[in-house]
């Protein structure tokens, strides 16, 4: 019997709206939280080889903003996009394009998670403007170093194969629910079994939400091909980073290093959690955005929010 959503209620008493346009190509369909009279507050990017459905408990902690959501090319239910390849490029300007659909281009704060923080740092550095910066998660070291060189190599060689093999067999072997599952028990760091339970659901319904295997494949390379530290010349603006202590994708070290690099930022660090904040302390991360979107110019430092989510500077 599935596990229900801890965040059900939250999210049955959200309003929520959908929609479609078109960028880059892409027939994107996104969702719109909240008040539906307030001005939007805040566009978020998920991350690669899910949708909007991952950031879901988050947003609904969040129930007083109105909250765009758009399911990334190619994943969920938005097309691919028709104009080039899925590299980081193709993406930021997917992601420019949007905004300009909605008339959003520099008004709105951007948050981005895993891969969207490095879909979202290379379209500003690409010129797309925006007042406030959240990164939940953000890759800050390149994927082929460090700890997590092997595993990103032995990854790799997964979607290679994938991709060689005939397209209905290589978007079976790339949807493998037991790879799909080991993935899922490998992120999850929560002690508490129902919870974890509920994350390996959630990422059997929507991890394998793709099109088709090349743009998967696409997607795979361009998530390796860079990462946010090299786009961090461009992130002048007030910058919120949250991160999880344990998350060996996105480790800490490189997460202080990205700090340095940034001249208005605050560093989060949440203890006992690693890359999936937004499924195991939706409740925290958005404590801390709202406290974000909120505040005055200073914020810069790091701090480390406790069980309560109480930042402590």
Sequence with gaps: ???????????????TRT?????????TRYWDYGPADA???????HGYRGDHHGLEPVLAQLPGLRIIAPDLPGFGESTPMAAGEHSIAGYAAWLGEFLDALDLRGTVPLLGHSFGSIVVAHAL???????RLILVNPISTDPMSGVNGALAR???LYYTVGRKLPSGAGGAWLGNPLVVRFMSVTLAKTPDATLKRWIHEEHGRYFSGFS???TLAEGFDASLSTDVTRAADALTMPTLLIAGAEDMIAPLTGQHALLT???DARLVELPGVGHLIHYERPQQ???EIERFLGEGPDAGGTSTAGDAGEGAA
């Design 154 to 156: 032995l990854t790799r």
């Design 39 to 45: 001005p939007v507050a805040l566009v978020v990017v």
């Design 19 to 27: 929609g479609e346009v078109d960028a880059r190509g892409s027939r």
């Design 212 to 214: 088709d295997r090349d």
């Design 285 to 287: 991360a958005a404590a």
């Design 1 to 15: 019997m599935p596990v229900a959503s801890p965040y059900a209620a939250q999210l049955a008493a959200l309003p």
């Design 125 to 131: 550095a690409a010129g797309l403007p925006t007042p």
């Design 261 to 263: 690099k940034l001249p």
